[in-house]
C-alpha cells in the first residue's frame, strides 16, 4: 500500500530545476535509497515532501493528504544542517520535541540514545560531528510516523558512528513505516535498502529493487552507480 | 504556542544576562557614588537613564537580528520543522519580543523608581500625588498606544524581512533590500489602511489601539501565510 504519492513535481530556482516532473509512489514497510550525484535533488526532494520547500508545479500527497505544515505530524525529517541550538543540552531539545511532537516518545528516545551512546545533561556546542549525528538520527526514530527521512546520515562521520546509526535505522524498520534515506555511502547502504531511485538533474533516472538486482545480475551498489552515471 | 515562545525566550537567554550585568554594574555604582558624596547628585539618574536607553537599543536590535538569523540560516530553522502553522511561528516570535520588551520596561521602570527614591526620598511625595491625581488613567492608555505603535513596527519588519527572503534571496546587500521593503511596505499601507483609519482613529486613543493591532495582526498574518505557502527553508 502506498503513502506518499508524487505526481510531476517541478521545483525551479530562478532558471535551474531542482526537480523535474518527478513522479513516484513510496510504499509502506520498505526501505527506499535516494542515489545521485550533488546537485542532483535529492535534498530538495526531501525537503520538498516535508513541506519546507514549496513546489514549483506539481501534487505531493500523505494518506491522500496535500503535504503542508500539518502533514508533518506523519513525517519525521532528518535534514543535513544541525536545526537545533547548540547551546542546549540533549535533555532539553527532548523536551522541546516532546512538546511539540505528539507522536515523539521519550522513552523511545531514551533507548536509542543509549543504544547511540550519548550524553542526556551535555550540550550540544560540546559534541562531535558522530555524536550530532547520531542525536539527529535518534529525535527522528524517536518519532511515530510513517514516513521516515534521513538527508545523508553517514555524511563525514567515523566507522563508528555510521555502524551506530546504521544498526539503529535497520532495528527500528517496521512494516508499517516507510523509509528513505539519500546517501553517497553506497557501499555502507547497500544492505539496508530495499529499493533504489536514482536521480539525475532532478529527473528520476533509475528505479531498481536491489534484491532483484542481486539475485539476477550480481551487481554491487557501487558498479551500479558507475553504470548509472557512465563514469 | 506556549512551548514555542519558551523556546523563543531560551534564545533570549544570553542578552537578558549581559543587561543584567549591566544594571549590577550601574546599582554597584549609584551605592559607591551616593555614599562618597553628602549632597544629591541628580546627574547619577541621568546616567541610570542613559543605561535604560542603551538596554532598549540593544533589546530592539537583537531581537531584529535573532529573527533575521532565525529566518536565513538553516542552522537555526528548527521552529520551521514543527507541525504548527506559519501564523502560529510568527506570533510567537512576535509575542516573545513584545512579553520580553514589556518585562524590560517593568524590571527597568521598577529599578529606576527605587533608586530615585533612593538617592532623593522626596520623589516619593510627587509620585504619591500623582497617584492620586488619576491622571495616570489616561497615561496608561498613552502607553498601551505606545506599545501597540511598537508591536506594529516589529511586525513590519518581519514582514519585510520574510519578503526578503521569500523573493528576493538570492540579492546581495540584504540588510539594504529589507530596509527598502520596508518603507515601500510601510508607503503601501498608509496608503490603503492609514488615511481611512485615521478618521475613526482620531476621535479616540481606544480607536487608534484597535486600528493598530488590527494592522500588525493582518501583517503577521501574511507573514504566516508567505512562510507557509511560499517561503523555502
Known amino acids: 500500500m502506498e503513502n506518499v504519492i508524487i505526481n ?38 526531501m525537503k520538498t515532501i516535508y513541506g519546507l520547500v514549496k513546489p514549483t508545479s506539481g501534487k505531493l500527497s500523505i494518506n491522500n493528504d496535500k503535504i503542508s505544515f ?9 535534514p543535513t544542517e544541525d536545526v537545533f541550538m547548540s547551546s542546549l543540552t540533549v535533555s532539553k531539545v527532548l523536551n522541546f520535541y516532546t512538546d511539540t511532537f505528539e507522536d515523539f516518545s521519550l522513552e523511545k528516545a531514551h533507548k536509542i540514545l543509549e543504544n547511540m551512546k550519548l550524553p542526556l545533561n551535555e550540550k550540544i556546542e560540546t559534541f562531535s560531528t558522530g555524536m550530532r549525528m547520531r542525536l539527529k538520527v535518534t529525535l527522528c526514530l524517536a518519532r511515530n510516523v510513517e514516513f521516515y527521512m534521513f538527508d545523508e546520515p553517514l555524511n563525514g562521520i567515523d566507522v563508528i558512528s555510521k555502524d551506530l546509526i546504521k544498526n539503529t535505522i535497520i532495528s527500528m524498520t517496521t512494516e508499517d513505516s516507510t523509509i528513505l534515506i539519500s546517501s553517497h555511502a553506497l557501499n555502507e547502504m547497500e544492505l539496508i535498502l530495499e529499493q533504489v531511485l536514482f536521480l539525475n538533474e532532478g529527473t528520476l533516472i533509475r528505479d531498481i529493487n536491489l534484491e532483484e538486482l542481486r539475485d539476477t545480475e550480481n551487481k554491487s551498489l557501487e558498479s551500479l552507480y558507475w553504470e548509472v552515471y557512465n563514469v | 504556542m506556549f512551548n514555542l515562545i519558551k523556546f523563543e525566550m531560551l534564545k533570549r537567554k544570553k542578552m537578558f544576562s549581559i543587561l543584567g550585568v549591566l544594571f549590577l554594574v550601574m546599582q554597584a555604582f549609584i551605592i559607591y557614588e551616593t555614599s562618597i558624596t553628602s549632597t544629591i547628585d541628580i546627574n547619577i539618574m541621568g546616567k541610570g537613564f542613559l543605561l535604560i536607553f542603551i538596554s532598549y537599543t540593544v533589546f530592539i536590535f537583537s531581537s531584529i537580528l535573532t529573527f533575521s538569523k532565525d529566518i536565513n540560516s538553516t542552522d537555526r530553522s528548527l521552529v520551521f ?10 506570533s510567537s516570535k512576535f509575542l516573545t519580543t513584545i512579553i520580553l520588551g514589556i518585562v524590560l520596561f517593568l524590571l527597568s521602570f521598577m529599578w529606576f523608581t527605587a533608586n530615585a527614591f533612593y538617592v532623593d526620598p522626596q520623589i516619593k511625595f510627587s509620585i504619591l500625588a500623582y497617584l492620586e491625581d ?32 521569500t523573493f528576493l534571496s538570492k540579492l546581495k546587500f540584504k540588510t539594504l533590500i529589507v530596509i527598502i521593503v520596508m518603507s515601500i511596505l510601510s508607503k503601501i499601507f498608509n496608503l490603503i489602511f492609514w488615511d481611512n483609519l485615521n478618521r475613526f482613529s482620531s476621535a479616540s486613543i481606544g480607536m487608534s489601539i484597535v486600528s493598530i493591532v488590527f494592522i500588525t495582526t493582518l501583517m503577521l498574518w501574511i507573514s504566516g501565510w508567505l512562510i507557509d505557502n511560499k517561503t523555502d527553508f
Not at chain 2, 488613567?137 to 527572503?165: E, M, N, P, V, Y
Open chain 1, 8 to 45: 510531476n513535481l517541478t521545483k525551479g530556482y530562478f532558471k535551474k530545476r531542482a526537480l523535474n516532473n518527478f513522479s513516484y509512489s513510496f510504499k509502506k514497510g520498505m526501505v527506499y535509497g535516494l542515489i545521485g550525484p550533488n546537485g542532483s535533488g535529492k535534498t530538495t526532494l
Open chain 2, 81 to 90: 520543522m514543527t507541525p504548527y502553522s506559519g501564523f502560529t511561528i510568527i
Open chain 1, 70 to 78: 500539518k502533514t508533518r505530524k506523519n513525517i519525521a525529517f532528518m
Open chain 2, 134 to 165: 488619576n491622571a495616570y488613567f489616561s497615561d496608561i492608555r498613552i502607553f498601551i498606544l505606545a506599545l501597540a505603535s511598537i508591536g506594529s513596527f516589529f511586525s513590519l519588519i518581519f514582514l519585510s524581512i520574510i519578503i526578503t527572503k
